[in-house]
């Protein structure tokens, strides 16, 4: 009995991929085990740009057993945790960006075979399961492989596609070969990648030697309908693609004629762009990569990328007509490229060779559509030099006012050519398109006419544009002056007022009478040695206004002598033509004066006796 070792893989090229996205050296990979094999079984991962970005694995299976006996694929690794009943398993390999999050997926194949199915001595074997081949288009290929081994000979026992027959055994040379074949031919429509697939039958005599199985590493082949077999071979040819054929024009697809405004009219009109060209290429890759030019000129320039024509400072100033080359180059205008070219005739459009068309949009159709739509019901080439939406608008009885709604206007600006190529007239496109407004629900009138009406638009948006502005100034400076008025309010408040009162009290506290001096002693009166020859109390300050409990009118001071009866005179009323500084200092001399009576008063009481004696004696004076 004979041991397969070794598994089979099986490479497949991603035909569209981004640097970001993580790519598989091979788009599919296939392995055959034995029934009684476990652990690794191989390696399917990718890799992508920048080697520091983590790829994060996992493997999806319709089928349990698969999924129940396979381990955790970290990195790409396939560990086999248990063995595998005979079968032919399918899944996925899936590896995602770990920083941009884009995935890619490889498919998987593990054909389990039963160990009585390994080949016995006396059995000759194919040499390989699968075989691929690149192969360039619009070439014959004399020698593929050959279609021998050993003794036995390969027969062709399927061609796909059906009904193609490009591929045979040669008997003289033992070889397959194929006639010439063409990559871009319909049979490959539905296919994203063309290829063809033959299945090879090993035709053996009786007794043979064995040939064991080995293995290859393979590219882009399909491999879901490849199932195992002794005696059975898949010849896969892959085409490779040559550049064989020139971009193609699409818009336009033949040489045209477009009109452009005068610089004076440009000007006001702004179009964004003359035209947009686009062709294709139905090579694949690189050799159907294109870039734009134009001849050079000093009108017009072209985006090499997108095809947009735009128009320069002064296009059209001071010539009637250009004509422009465009070609469109593949290769992205790189060695081995081709090319193909149209022609645009430029002619220049005066205000009497343009019409202004309103198309009330309800129906929400595109600008080609609606360009397509008049253009059929005119019978007449109108072309538009630009197109804009706009929201529906009435007039209202001083101002022009939106109205807003789900219908909308778009104005297009449009013009025509006669069959010389020379601009149709502006009222002989008005007389044509007129008895269309109640059909296509559009209104139509001359390009002169349109200004006029946008000027007095314009004119009366100027006023209106004015009175809101005056209003804003108005309202600003209102609001300006109100808040000045409260920040003035508020300054003087909490600043100004403050300040001023505290500079009053302060210019009060220094006019206050000085503090007396009582600590000051003199020579007891007369009355006061009296008083304490006879042991009575003195008469304090403090109780000099109480009330005696015999009588109802307080105690008063005794004055002794003419100066005390003067300062009570002037303590009653003073001078009021005297000035406050010399009030003042009458104050504090009648003051002292006062103070050095009740000095004589004082002694060691102040008893009621006391106060009586003192009372008794001023009703005397």
Not at 533 to 543: A, L, Q
Request: glycine share 4%.
């Amino acid at each position: 009995m004979v041991k397969i070792q070794n598994y089979l893989k099986i490479r497949i090229l991603i035909s569209q991929f981004n640097s970001d996205t993580p790519q598989f050296e091979h788009g599919s990979y296939s392995y055959f085990i034995k029934a009684d094999v476990s652990g690794l079984i191989g390696v399917v991962s990718a890799t992508v740009e920048d080697p520091s970005v983590p790829l994060n694995y996992s493997f999806e299976t319709s089928d349990e057993i698969l999924r129940d006996s396979l381990g955790d694929p970290n990195n790409g690794v396939l560990v086999l945790t248990s063995t595998l009943p005979p079968n032919i398993y399918e899944g996925k390999m899936i590896a995602q960006n770990g920083v941009t999050e884009d995935i890619a997926s490889a498919a998987v194949l593990i054909t389990v075979a039963p160990e009585e199915s390994c080949p016995t001595s006396n059995v000759t074997t194919i040499e390989k399961v699968l075989v691929v081949k690149e192969l360039k288009e619009e070439e014959a290929h004399p020698n593929i492989m050959a279609s021998n081994v050993l003794n036995c000979e390969y027969i062709i026992n399927e061609q796909w596609p059906p009904n193609t027959n490009y591929f045979e055994v040669d008997s003289k040379t033992r070889s397959i070969k194929s006639r010439k074949f063409d990559r871009e031919s319909p049979i490959f429509a539905n296919e994203s990648i063309p290829q063809f697939r033959i299945t090879l039958k090993l035709v053996c005599p009786l007794k043979s030697p064995r040939i064991s199985v080995n293995d290859q590493n393979l590219s882009y082949v399909k491999v879901n309908d490849i199932s195992y077999s002794l005696d059975t071979t898949i010849l896969s040819v892959i085409i490779e693609d040559i550049n064989d054929n020139p971009p193609k024009f699409i818009k336009p697809d033949r040489d045209l004629v477009l009109g452009y405004p005068s610089t004076e009219i440009a000007q006001k009109l702004q179009p964004e762009f003359l035209y947009q060209v686009k062709a294709i290429d139905i090579d694949d890759g690189f050799n159907a990569e294109i870039s734009y030019q134009i001849d050079q000129n000093s009108h017009f320039t072209i985006d090499r990328k997108t095809g947009v024509i735009v128009p320069l400072s002064y296009a059209m100033l001071d010539v009637r007509s250009t004509t422009l080359v465009v070609r469109a180059i593949d290769r992205d205008a790189g060695d081995g490229s081709l090319f193909s070219s149209v022609k645009i005739k430029v002619v220049k459009l005066l205000e009497n060779h343009l019409v202004s068309i309103l198309y009330e949009n309800n129906r929400k159709l595109s600008y080609d559509e609606i360009l397509k739509e008049i253009q059929q019901e005119s019978m007449m080439n109108l072309m538009a030099l630009k197109m804009t939406t706009i929201p529906k608008m009435y007039n209202s009885s001083d101002y022009v006012q939106v109205e807003y709604e789900q219908t909308t206007i778009v104005h297009i600006i449009g013009y025509a050519f006669m069959i010389n190529e020379s601009p149709m007239p502006s009222e002989r496109i008005l007389g044509i398109l007129s008895p269309l407004e109640g059909i296509l629900n559009l209104t139509v009138q001359s390009y002169s006419d349109t200004l006029d009406i946008c000027d007095v638009i314009a004119e009366k948006n100027k006023e209106d544009l004015y009175k809101i502005l005056f209003i804003i100034f108005s309202s600003i400076l209102g609001s300006v002056i109100v808040i000045i008025v409260v920040v003035i309010i508020l300054v003087y408040s909490y600043l100004i007022k403050p300040l001023q009162y505290q500079e009053e009290v302060e210019s009060r506290s220094s006019s206050k009478l000085p503090e007396p001096d009582l600590t000051s002693s003199r020579p007891a009166s007369k009355r006061h040695r009296r008083y304490q020859k006879s042991g009575e109390k003195r008469v304090s300050f403090g109780t000099s206004r109480r009330m005696n409990e015999s009588n109802s009118f307080p105690i008063t001071p005794v004055f002794d002598s003419e100066d005390d009866r003067k300062f009570s005179t002037s303590s009653n009323g003073s001078n009021n033509s005297e000035s406050d500084d010399k009030r003042r200092e009458t104050q504090n001399v009648q003051f002292q004066a006062f103070m050095k009576k009740f000095e004589r008063l004082d002694g060691d009481g102040s008893d009621e006796k006391g106060l009586e004696v003192l009372h008794e004696e001023q009703i005397e004076k």
